[in-house]
């Protein structure tokens, strides 16, 4: 072995130690998992949706005790569940209900995200302050936290990352993409003041679109909060927000907490809804309303296939273009809905050469010419400027721009605009005449003039 081969001259003391100690640690892993049997097949989910765990044994054959674990977990069945399914600690709470809890039946509800012991079944008697913990243990797979894939397993909280592996550090960014980089939203911020009054008893704060995430609104002032909503598929509907609590409103969770002297609103999101945030006057005085939340970037730039090539033989070229693409709708629409996003940059068309075996009737080409000699590159070309609108304090004038190709024999005729997208094309209005207009000065009277019939 490397370990005993002996020295030559010059050979350092310490990198013999060290083989000797890599040998020795290769040798005890090796022995270490020789004493245990194969790792078992994985065991049934223990949720069918909503990311449950899964676990493998394996059986010590040593005499003695074996270093290691003997079980193994993972996670399984990520997928979401139905809304109709409800809350996995909820459900193991509401098992209860049929258990007398010292000679009485309650109706029990879950509590969330003890931060002393998140994988305890702690459960709260509806109507009453009541809280027992009914289970040492939740189920595994349950959340350790309403905000959080964290999972109990076992009784205990095992981290557990977007990529839905234990032990994985990955987290979503603030669009809701795991391991992403924040690209595919944007953050929208900003204050509302109320200016209600007898004849304007309501008002709109802020539109929030489907899709968006962490919408946080803190209401100051004697005022009140209500949302109306809009679906996907065109259904209306409006929740007043009368008291506190956490409420489903179109499959979207909205916690709400009221106070005497202010309200705040959350929605962790995605909302599966347009939100409407409105305000309703209630009292003599207004009401301020800060609002946050990250909005997905639902029109985004879609670069197209190549179009056809320009020629069927002799060479030619093809160019690719890009369209305003829907996320929502999966749908093309029209190019002012992605201009709306500063962060969404129009990608530059593609060209290459396309064709270029010579054309049937010709003798050939002894050799391939760049395609942009003999068949030149479409330009745009535009008319001379009309006059300006005005002659002098500023005015416009405009101009016809479109794309022209020019052929082998110098012949110039207009084609689709798509072919001179590849640079940008000129502007088709422009200010003029931008001085000031001359204007009447009026200068002091002169001296008043006695006619000479009144002088004697």
């Known amino acids: 072995m490397e370990c005993c081969r002996r020295a030559t001259p010059g050979t350092p003391l310490l990198f013999l130690a060290f083989l000797l100690l890599s040998s020795r640690t290769a040798r005890s892993e090796e022995d270490r998992d020789g004493l245990w049997d194969a790792w078992g097949s994985w065991s049934e989910c223990s949720r069918t949706c909503g990311g449950g765990a899964s676990y493998s044994l394996r059986r010590c054959l040593s ?32 098992a209860h209900n049929d258990v007398k809890h010292h000679g009485q039946f309650y109706e029990w509800l879950p509590v969330s995200n003890d931060p002393d012991n998140p994988c305890s079944l702690k459960c709260q008697a509806k109507g009453t302050a009541l809280v027992v913990e009914l289970a040492p243990k939740v189920l595994d797979g349950t959340r350790c936290y309403t905000e959080s894939l964290d999972m109990c397993i076992s009784g205990l909280c095992q981290i557990v990352g977007c990529d839905h592996q234990l032990g994985s550090a990955t987290k979503e960014d603030n669009c809701g993409i795991c391991n992403g980089d924040g690209s595919t939203c944007r953050l929208v911020r900003g204050q509302y003041k109320s200016q209600l009054s007898a004849t304007k008893l309501d008002d709109t704060v802020v539109a929030v679109p489907y899709g968006s995430r962490h919408v946080r609104l803190v209401l100051k002032g004697p005022d009140h909060l209500y949302l109306e909503t809009k679906t996907l598929q065109g259904a209306k509907g409006e929740n007043s927000l009368s008291s506190t609590g956490t409420f489903l409103v179109d499959n979207s969770s909205v916690d709400f907490q009221k106070f005497p002297d202010k309200e705040i609103l959350k929605m962790a999101g995605p909302l599966t809804a347009d939100f409407i945030i409105k305000i309703r006057n209630s009292g003599p005085t207004d009401s301020t309303v800060q609002f ?82 003999y068949h030149p590159l479409p330009r745009w070309e535009a008319t001379p400027w009309t006059a300006c609108s005005s002659s002098c304090g500023g005015g416009i004038q405009s101009r016809a721009v479109s794309c022209v190709e020019e052929d082998i024999q110098g012949h110039v005729t207009s084609v689709e605009e798509w072919k001179c997208m590849y640079t940008p094309k000129m502007p088709i209005v422009q200010p003029c005449n931008i001085f000031d207009c001359p204007k009447w000065l009026a200068q002091e009277w002169s001296p008043v003039t006695v006619p000479s019939f009144f002088v004697h």
């Open 63 to 94: 005499s003695k005790s074996c270093e290691g674990r003997n079980i193994r977990y993972r996670t399984c069945s990520n997928v979401d569940c139905p809304p109709e399914a409800g809350d996995f600690r909820a459900q193991q709470c509401s």
């Open 292 to 373: 946050i939340f990250y909005q997905p970037i639902i029109h985004r730039w879609r670069e197209t296939d190549f179009f056809p090539c320009s020629a069927t033989c002799g060479g030619g070229y093809q160019l690719t273009s890009a369209e305003c693409y829907d996320l929502r709708s999966n749908r093309v629409v029209a190019d002012q809905y992605c201009h709306y996003y500063p962060e969404n940059v129009k990608p530059k068309p593609k060209l290459q050469e396309c064709n270029l075996d010579p054309c049937p009737a010709s003798d050939g080409y002894k050799q391939i010419m760049p395609y942009d000699l």
